[in-house]
């Protein structure tokens, strides 16, 4: 026979390629398997689209070598590059297994599909090795997506995890790695961690599967920038021994839970948790978990309102033209607040925004605008960006920038002299957003990009969105020198927070009831083995704790696993099993304890002074302890202090006993418009924040509103009897939840008054 002349670039088509071939981009290969066959040092091989089966002549499972590389369709992450298969691949850790991939040394995988019809199978095998895996679709497995086990330490991103039946992702032993902007979606779990392993996972989405992440064992993954969304019960679990990175003073995680069905963290250790700077309900947590305020790495100052982003991932359901774009972190939480929209699931972040649709924005965002002319024009007249920096200045109402902060910017002789100081403004409140760092562009056309990220930082602004630190935000270079002299001492402001009843006068009270909620939630969806049927087979099973909870228990028998020694077997599953939701061995829900409403608007109370302390507010209690108190005498505080405004805190209840009802309420005088700008100012802030119920600003004739010197606002954070509420008000955690926003609503308006 010939001898074949193979060059490093290697050719395969499963459909006119032909095994016989030289394997050339004119001579193909028919099979990825003859394509390794004939691999030398650094080759790549190029597959074109179509399925690589057994039925095309493949025999599995595939092995790709160190050095290799193997590419399919990477910006689509693998469409219409399909492996499917299953062989035997025996392990160094648990056996024969079922598998359609295995990667070794360096070996590299880019733009393929990957699935395993088998039952228990694998789609890509990873065993101490430090493959790349990127672009890549792992779907429809029988077991897991990906495993990765022993002492490997891979690179998986960009790459899509749905339609796994036991988990997307496994990793277990010593393995370590770099998880990065990844999604998971639909599978049992999106990603199992147990034994020792100790991954990086960050700027993933994990979404709509039965549990986010499941952690047990002696696991310690750590986990920045991720979202873990809506998944059927929990988003995080942890179990065991495991202790993840949640993040910490000086390195806050950043990373977003919200919408899972029973609990976004459950810690099921007796361990307590570390958190911080994670978006975070905690109501939403079961177990012991510290919330850390985030601080300066450098002076060691709060930073309580600073969310950081780890990179630029994608965000949650972001449109695909926004993805990775550049002004993607401020434009996301715009439109999942719906201040923002999309006209075809698209938002075309680059093209230009007319004044009509800019004016249109600002309303929606609460901004006032005189600019309404181009709403329904025929011919919509593109902004500038100098001008939609003018209107954005002018409607926050924001003051105190210099012209000497334009002075390191090449192109400021480009913005005229009356409208330097509002540029300059803009820059002091960090406005100006632009992918180049030393560029105003002040007369370029306004992108929609670069406008929503500007309205974006005058909410934050003005405290009505939390500050995100991303390299997009333009800073002011110069410092404005201060005036020699001594400086006048101005009196900071002093508010009145008055926590409701006390003494003998408890409120509103419940009694201890059993928290059901969270179990009729779990009772009506079927276990995952319902849907997984199972059939024997010759391949030895993974360790029952790397599989789903309740699935290794009712496995048929299957046959010995090639004699490893039992200590070599991870003993994950009583772990998990005893740690998760629904599961033989979980203990009967807690019983809710008595909640009385002095209790509670006192705890909330001070968590409000805490957070307006920081802020330079003076905050004086009508009560610090359990004591009576007249409305008379609650007013009387707010006279002797000379104070600005009097927040009157409550809970509510209804008559009814109706658990249905949940929320917050805001009430004035009616004959006070300050009142009622302070009753709006703090009910924006608080109903604009996660999982908190809307019922209303109202206007109401309650003693403290008539009789106060000051404007005043009654505010009631939540019903008692509610099975929401309820259940919320007993976390002093969710306490300080509630208090962020109303300390920012307050702080707002003193702020405007002065």
């Not at 202790?243 to 003073?249: A, E, Q, T, V, Y």
């Not at 000497?404 to 409208?419: F, G, V, W």
């Not at 209840?653 to 004035?668: F, M, P």
Request: include cysteine.
């Amino acid at each position: 026979m010939q001898q074949l002349q193979i060059s490093n670039e290697i050719y395969v088509h499963p459909t006119n390629g032909d095994d016989t071939a030289t394997g050339d981009s004119m001579h193909p290969f028919k099979t990825l398997t003859r394509a390794l066959q004939q691999l030398r040092p650094n080759s790549v091989i190029q597959l074109s689209r179509g399925t690589y089966s057994v039925e095309t002549g493949e025999v599995f499972p595939l092995v790709i070598p160190d050095g290799a590389l193997v590419i399919g369709n990477a910006a689509t992450q693998g469409a219409g590059v399909v492996v499917i298969g299953s062989g035997v691949y025996h392990s160094l850790s648990f056996g024969p297994q079922a598998v359609t991939i295995v990667l070794q040394g360096d070996g590299q995988l880019q733009g393929v599909t990957v699935t395993n019809p088998s039952t228990k199978g694998t789609g890509i095998w990873i065993e101490s090795a430090t493959p790349t895996v990127a672009g890549c679709t792992l779907a429809q497995c029988n077991r897991e997506g990906l495993l990765v086990t022993g002492k490997a330490n891979p690179t998986i991103m960009n790459c899509v995890f749905q339609d796994n039946q036991a988990s997307g992702l496994t990793l277990v032993r010593n393995a370590r790695g770099e998880i990065r902007n990844n999604v998971w979606r639909l599978n049992g779990f999106g990603i199992v961690i147990s034994d020792r392993a100790a991954p990086w996972i960050v700027s993933n989405q994990i979404y709509e599967n039965r549990c986010g992440m499941v952690l047990s064992g002696a696991a310690a993954p750590i986990l920045r920038g991720n979202v873990l969304a809506q998944n059927r019960e929990d988003g995080l679990v942890v179990s065991g021994q495991a202790s993840p990175d949640l993040g910490n003073p000086y390195d806050p995680a950043g990373n977003r839970f919200r919408g899972n069905q029973r609990f976004d963290l459950r810690n099921a250790t007796p361990a307590k948790l570390i958190c911080s700077g994670n978006q975070l309900n905690p109501a939403h947590v079961e177990g012991a978990v510290e919330f850390l305020t985030i601080r300066s790495p450098k002076t060691g100052a709060v930073q309580s309102d600073v969310v950081p982003l780890v990179s630029p991932a994608a965000p949650l359901y972001a449109p695909a033209d926004l993805k990775r774009h550049w002004a993607a972190a401020l434009v996301q939480p715009l439109l999942d607040r719906r201040l923002i929209s999309l006209a075809d699931e698209h938002f075309h972040p680059d093209a230009p925004l007319s004044a009509g649709e800019f004016a249109t924005w600002l309303q929606t965002a609460g901004f006032p605008s005189d600019n309404t002319s181009d709403n329904t024009s025929a011919k919509p007249n593109p902004l500038t960006r100098l001008e939609a920096i003018v209107q954005l200045v002018n409607a926050a109402q924001l003051t105190g920038g210099h012209p000497s902060l334009l002075s390191s910017y090449h192109d400021r002789a480009q913005i005229p002299s009356a409208q330097t100081l509002a540029m300059a403004t803009a820059l002091q409140h960090r406005l100006v957003v632009s992918p180049q760092p030393d560029c105003l562009k002040p007369l370029h056309c306004l992108t929609r990009a670069e406008a929503a990220a500007m309205l974006y930082q005058a909410l934050v602004a003005k405290g009505q969105s939390l500050a995100i630190d991303t390299p997009a935000i333009l800073r002011p270079i110069v410092a404005i020198s201060k005036p020699s002299g001594p400086m006048p001492i101005k009196r900071p402001p002093v508010v009145v927070l008055d926590p409701g009843h006390g003494g003998t006068d408890p409120g509103v009270t419940t009694r201890p009831k059993q928290r059901e909620a969270a179990q009729e939630t779990l009772g009506s969806q079927p276990p995952l083995l319902e849907m997984l049927p199972m059939e024997g087979a010759s391949m030895s099973p993974l360790p029952a704790g790397v599989m789903p909870p309740g699935l290794a228990a009712e496995l048929p028998p299957m046959l010995p696993s090639s004699g490893i020694p039992a200590g070599m077997m991870p003993e994950m599953s009583p772990e998990i099993m005893a740690g998760m939701p629904g599961m033989p061995g979980m203990p009967e829900p807690p019983e809710t304890p008595k909640l009385e409403e002095k209790t509670i608007v006192l705890s909330v109370a001070q968590a409000v002074a805490s957070f307006l302390q920081q802020q330079g507010i003076e905050v004086v209690l009508t009560r610090s302890e359990d004591r009576d108190l007249t409305p008379a005498e609650r007013v009387e505080v707010t006279k002797q202090h000379q104070a600005v405004a009097l927040i009157s805190i409550h809970a509510n209840g209804s008559l009814a006993n109706r658990s249905d009802i949940n929320g917050v309420e805001t009430y004035y005088h009616p004959d006070s418009s300050e009142g009622m700008r302070l009753a709006w100012s703090i009910h924006k802030a608080l109903t604009r924040t996660a999982d908190i119920a809307d019922r209303g600003v109202h206007a109401a004739h309650f003693t403290t509103l008539r009789q106060s010197p000051v404007p005043a606002v009654h505010v009631e954070v939540g019903y008692i009897s509610g099975s929401i509420d309820g259940t919320s008000l007993t976390n002093l955690a969710y306490h300080r939840y509630l208090a962020r926003p109303i300390a920012n609503g307050i702080f707002r308006y003193v702020w405007q008054q002065r």
